[in-house]
């Protein structure tokens, strides 16, 4: 089984930062793409950023957040710069594992539990 396991979320005044971590534990093999999605009260959940091949991020966040990786560790990480209350949200991690169970590889999704990131003065 994989794990992931986010942290960093909290409170935070508009114009703040936050780095948001997700660590990714059990039987892997490879990690092929990690991301980041969040959902806001009443909302879908929406993409925030994702790495794999490159990089690639929403509209709505580009120049103020940074995704980025620490393959050794099977951890992403999210860099949050000059927060909006419209920033508030669950943020769940992803990634797209494969595990080996010494006969086949397999690939698969997995969530994180998400942790809450709120903006508010």
């Known amino acids: 089984q994989v794990q992931l396991v986010e942290s960093g979320g909290g409170l935070v005044q508009p114009g703040g930062s936050l780095r948001l971590s997700c660590a990714a534990s059990?039987?892997?093999?490879?990690?092929?793409?990690m991301g980041w999605y969040r959902q806001a009260p009443g909302k879908g959940r929406e993409l925030v950023a994702t790495?794999?091949?490159?990089?690639n991020y929403a509209d709505s966040v580009k120049g103020r957040f940074t995704i980025s990786r620490d393959n050794a560790k099977n951890t992403v990480y999210l860099e949050m710069s000059s927060l909006k209350p419209d920033d508030t949200a669950v943020y769940y991690c992803?990634?797209?594992?494969?595990?080996?169970?010494?006969?086949?590889?397999?690939?698969?999704?997995?969530w994180g539990q998400g942790t809450q990131v709120t903006v508010s003065s």
């Open positions: 059990g039987s892997i093999s490879s990690i092929v793409a």
């Open positions: 992803d990634a797209d594992v494969t595990t080996y169970n010494g006969r086949n590889y397999h690939t698969a999704r997995y």
């Open positions: 790495s794999g091949a490159g990089t």
